[in-house]
């Protein structure tokens, strides 16, 4: 089972239901953090923890998402879809 | 001839990043990169257990997938270089001779892993790890090598020490000219730490000495260093900086230093032709002089304000540079200026004993400009917060030397 963290989103007008942070491929770049500091922040453990999962727009959220240089960081949409890494 | 409104040279994370920006900024104008490898891929994983030692798929270490460049109308010119700039034409010219015209150019050439300078440093096994393809030849030398040795005293002999380690070499030797690891940049208590990590890692350190002499035929077989020392090796790792090859640059009449010179607007002297990533020397509002930083974050953020002033607004470049490396169960991360001038002062958070410290450095107008983390990554961003901020510290020197106090509570006052 992949060491993973979930995370709630229910922000109106959104698209993006769930995001998931994949804690064996995250490297505490914290490049997310660089991208949205409102949503990220990096733990004791060197890992990226979502801090508020409604705090951006759909567009930074994903910016975030594709700044990881490990592809660490993946959205889903209300369908269960996997919205990135496509 | 092939036009084009945005030309990138440079396919690396700024000149992606750029690319993927302009597109967002503009849907329909046109857009290319040219780049010297085949498409955009993490270069920050090359050096993490997951990929180096296949623990995850090779193909995850590419970041865009070829048609995430048809999808987005991005023509990409792989496996080239561009080898002539002609401002007053507005063209590039390509190692095959084909001319591309621009209306706004990027360069975003990045650096290249600086060679070793000595007689012999051709042969096998002799390794960087600047690009995906020469890891490619590190990860097969580490499968048969038995003995190893890792030059310079930066991230990059950091993390390549713990994945040798980890891949099996029995006997891995450090070579620095440093007094202790990365000196100057680090102090002598932080660097034990690293230093003991490698030491308990099973690394062999050797300080203050260089290697005169490379022994083998066509491969590497060992070094004598500067003491007369023998090593036996049948590979090495060489981390002694990146350089940039700009001489093309420069001969289209571009100010360059070490790195191609440019406002805080990411602009050089000529029109329509900007820099961003490690290539860039630019004016750091933060700092308050012209940098150049070869980090991901840097490039990657560099690459989105350069897309925007490409797109026609004038925005300022403005961020605290950071970055951060991981091994032998060490996290390390450095932020905004860590040179301790004279002038300045350091409070120190945490401490080794706990093994998690931290140094903050206050400059005479009672600011922190830069900080070195090491385990205390929860710290890095508000630190960042508090440099940008000009926050003063006196009065809160015992707050901030509390590993406990939560930093948080400073950035409203």
Redesign the interface.
Same mark, same amino acid.
């Given at each position: 089972m992949a060491n993973v963290k979930e995370y709630a989103r229910d922000k109106e007008g959104s698209n993006i239901s769930k995001i998931v942070v994949d804690l064996? #491929?995250c490297?505490?770049?914290?490049?997310c953090?660089?991208v949205s500091?409102a949503t990220y922040? #990096?733990?004791?453990e060197?890992k990226a923890v979502v801090t508020d999962a409604n705090a951006v727009d759909d567009?930074t959220l994903i910016m975030s998402a594709?700044?990881c240089?490990?592809?660490a960081i993946l959205l889903f949409d209300k369908e269960g879809n996997q919205v990135f890494p496509? | 001839m092939n036009h084009y409104k945005y030309l990138i040279i440079g396919g690396g994370v700024a000149g992606t990043t750029a690319a993927e920006t302009l597109r967002r900024g503009d849907k329909e104008s046109s857009i290319a990169i040219v780049s010297d490898e085949p498409r955009m891929y993490s270069r920050i994983m090359l050096s993490k257990a997951n990929f180096f030692l296949g623990k995850i798929p090779f193909d995850n270490v590419w970041l865009k997938e070829e048609k995430w460049y048809t999808e987005n109308k991005i023509d990409f010119i792989g496996n080239t270089l561009a080898t002539k700039l002609n401002a007053q034409d507005k063209t590039i010219e390509l190692k095959d001779g084909k001319v591309l015209q621009y209306e706004k150019l990027l360069l975003a050439t990045g650096g290249e892993a600086r060679e070793w300078p000595l007689p012999g440093a051709d042969k096998k096994g002799i390794c960087y790890v600047r690009d995906l393809s020469q890891v490619k030849i590190l990860m097969e030398n580490v499968k048969t090598a038995k003995q190893a040795i890792a030059v310079g005293s930066g991230f990059v002999s950091f993390e390549m020490c713990e994945m040798m380690k980890m891949a099996g070499i029995e006997d891995v030797t450090l070579i620095m000219r440093e007094p202790y690891y990365w000196y100057p940049l680090l102090d002598k208590e932080s660097s034990q730490m690293i230093e003991d990590a490698l030491t308990k890692g099973g690394v062999k350190i050797i300080r203050e000495d260089e290697v005169k002499e490379i022994l083998g035929d066509s491969r590497i077989s060992g070094v004598v260093l500067n003491d007369g020392k023998k090593i036996d090796c049948q590979t090495a790792v060489i981390g002694i900086g990146l350089a940039c090859y700009l001489d093309w640059v420069k001969e289209a009449g571009i100010e360059i230093n070490k790195g191609i010179l440019a406002n805080e607007y990411l602009e050089t002297n000529l029109s329509d032709i900007y820099t961003a990533g490690d290539s860039a020397e630019f004016n750091d509002l933060i700092l308050g002089e012209k940098v150049q930083l070869g980090n991901w974050i840097n490039a990657q953020t560099q690459g989105r304000t350069v897309a925007k002033n490409m797109l026609g607004t004038h925005e300022a470049f403005k961020m605290v540079s950071f970055y951060t490396c991981i091994g032998f169960g060490l996290n390390i991360a450095m932020s905004g200026d860590v040179r301790v001038k004279t002038e300045c002062r350091v409070v120190k958070r945490g401490s080794p004993e706990i093994n998690s410290f931290a140094r903050i450095i206050v400059d005479c107008n009672d600011e922190i400009v830069g900080a070195t983390f090491i385990n205390r990554s929860q710290d890095l961003m508000l630190i960042n917060k508090l440099i940008e901020t000009n926050f003063k510290v006196s009065g809160h020197e015992s707050e901030l030397s509390d590993p406990n106090f939560d930093l948080k509570q400073l950035l409203s006052k």
């Amino acid at each position: 089972m992949a060491n993973v963290k979930e995370y709630a989103r229910d922000k109106e007008g959104s698209n993006i239901s769930k995001i998931v942070v994949d804690l064996d #491929l995250c490297i505490g770049a914290a490049s997310c953090i660089a991208v949205s500091e409102a949503t990220y922040e #990096l733990n004791n453990e060197n890992k990226a923890v979502v801090t508020d999962a409604n705090a951006v727009d759909d567009e930074t959220l994903i910016m975030s998402a594709e700044s990881c240089p490990t592809k660490a960081i993946l959205l889903f949409d209300k369908e269960g879809n996997q919205v990135f890494p496509k | 001839m092939n036009h084009y409104k945005y030309l990138i040279i440079g396919g690396g994370v700024a000149g992606t990043t750029a690319a993927e920006t302009l597109r967002r900024g503009d849907k329909e104008s046109s857009i290319a990169i040219v780049s010297d490898e085949p498409r955009m891929y993490s270069r920050i994983m090359l050096s993490k257990a997951n990929f180096f030692l296949g623990k995850i798929p090779f193909d995850n270490v590419w970041l865009k997938e070829e048609k995430w460049y048809t999808e987005n109308k991005i023509d990409f010119i792989g496996n080239t270089l561009a080898t002539k700039l002609n401002a007053q034409d507005k063209t590039i010219e390509l190692k095959d001779g084909k001319v591309l015209q621009y209306e706004k150019l990027l360069l975003a050439t990045g650096g290249e892993a600086r060679e070793w300078p000595l007689p012999g440093a051709d042969k096998k096994g002799i390794c960087y790890v600047r690009d995906l393809s020469q890891v490619k030849i590190l990860m097969e030398n580490v499968k048969t090598a038995k003995q190893a040795i890792a030059v310079g005293s930066g991230f990059v002999s950091f993390e390549m020490c713990e994945m040798m380690k980890m891949a099996g070499i029995e006997d891995v030797t450090l070579i620095m000219r440093e007094p202790y690891y990365w000196y100057p940049l680090l102090d002598k208590e932080s660097s034990q730490m690293i230093e003991d990590a490698l030491t308990k890692g099973g690394v062999k350190i050797i300080r203050e000495d260089e290697v005169k002499e490379i022994l083998g035929d066509s491969r590497i077989s060992g070094v004598v260093l500067n003491d007369g020392k023998k090593i036996d090796c049948q590979t090495a790792v060489i981390g002694i900086g990146l350089a940039c090859y700009l001489d093309w640059v420069k001969e289209a009449g571009i100010e360059i230093n070490k790195g191609i010179l440019a406002n805080e607007y990411l602009e050089t002297n000529l029109s329509d032709i900007y820099t961003a990533g490690d290539s860039a020397e630019f004016n750091d509002l933060i700092l308050g002089e012209k940098v150049q930083l070869g980090n991901w974050i840097n490039a990657q953020t560099q690459g989105r304000t350069v897309a925007k002033n490409m797109l026609g607004t004038h925005e300022a470049f403005k961020m605290v540079s950071f970055y951060t490396c991981i091994g032998f169960g060490l996290n390390i991360a450095m932020s905004g200026d860590v040179r301790v001038k004279t002038e300045c002062r350091v409070v120190k958070r945490g401490s080794p004993e706990i093994n998690s410290f931290a140094r903050i450095i206050v400059d005479c107008n009672d600011e922190i400009v830069g900080a070195t983390f090491i385990n205390r990554s929860q710290d890095l961003m508000l630190i960042n917060k508090l440099i940008e901020t000009n926050f003063k510290v006196s009065g809160h020197e015992s707050e901030l030397s509390d590993p406990n106090f939560d930093l948080k509570q400073l950035l409203s006052k």
